[in-house]
């Protein structure tokens, strides 16, 4: 059903994943917890500013279970 207003990922994962970037629409936010699998993760903020602007904020450290399957880790 996209684009998307908002989208938030609930695992930690090694890199943003561009398959949820390309959902979001104009104006839309992505937050995901991005870092270490095992040690530090950093929360990620992602609006898109256009189709292919993207601001990013970083946000404190935090600890997620690690996303895993093709957009994860392996």
């Keep these: 059903y996209a684009p998307y207003d908002a989208i938030i990922v609930t695992a930690g994962a090694p890199t ?3 398959v949820l970037l390309k959902q979001l629409k104009s104006g839309g936010k992505l937050v ?3 870092g270490d699998e095992r040690n530090e993760q950093k929360m990620i ?3 898109r ?3 292919k602007k993207f601001k ?3 946000f404190g450290d935090f600890k997620f279970v690690p996303l ?3 957009n994860g880790w392996k």
């Design 56 to 58: 990013r904020e970083i």
């Design 68 to 70: 895993v399957g093709e």
């Design 45 to 47: 903020r992602i609006t």
């Design 32 to 34: 995901i917890p991005i």
């Design 16 to 18: 943003i994943p561009k």
């Design 49 to 51: 500013e256009s189709e």
